[in-house]
């Protein structure tokens, strides 16, 4: 069994209603370049208009305004950064008059377990299509507060981290070294 896979996570971010899915390795080195963040956001339009965008971004694994993540699964060998976003990139995202816009991420474990990615049996992935919204709420619960009381601007903690119940686990994004 191969102890270094990638893992994804949902990444809570200091503006309490942003998240996004991060491909990270294992124990991310703190100065590297080496995570990918997925995500989508909004721009408005001189016409007032929403328009969404997908966006994928090499990025690093710990930033002023990242509070806490959810660890969700290790990703199967040999699937790379370009192939998971390449299947992320077909999760639909909200459009203009959508009365009701679910979270992405109900959509983004499926979508890699069909393609392979993530073996269904693999730690982590307990998660059926209609809980998938309720531990991203989880998440955000554990995230809630570290956004409140919390400003790490040197990243000298480890970033908090927990499971898709909500529980606390041991991090693998550790605090900056001196």
Not at 54 to 71: G, H
Not at 74 to 98: F, H, S, Y
Not at 170 to 176: D, G, K, L, N, S
Request: glycine share 6%; net charge positive.
């Amino acid at each position: 069994m191969v102890s270094d896979k990638n893992r994804l996570y949902i990444a809570y971010y200091s503006r309490g209603f942003h998240t996004a899915i991060l491909f990270a390795p294992k124990g991310p080195p703190f100065k590297n370049q080496n995570t990918t963040r997925y995500h989508i956001y909004y721009t408005v339009l001189e016409s007032g208009e929403v328009e969404w965008h997908y966006e994928e971004k090499l990025v690093f694994p710990r930033t002023q305004k990242l509070v806490a993540v959810m660890f969700l699964f290790k990703i199967t060998p040999g699937w790379t950064r370009r192939a998971i976003g390449d299947i992320l990139q077909k999760v639909p995202v909200p459009v203009e008059n959508q009365s009701k816009w679910e979270c992405p991420h109900s959509n983004t474990q499926w979508k890699l377990v069909a393609a392979g990615a993530i073996n269904p049996g693999s730690e982590g992935l307990h998660i059926s299509a209609g809980e998938a919204e309720g531990v991203w709420r989880k998440g955000l619960t554990f995230a809630e507060p570290y956004r409140v009381k919390s400003w790490d601007p040197e990243l000298q903690y480890a970033l908090p981290t927990c499971d898709i119940t909500g529980s606390s686990i041991r991090t693998e994004f550790p605090a900056r070294s001196r």
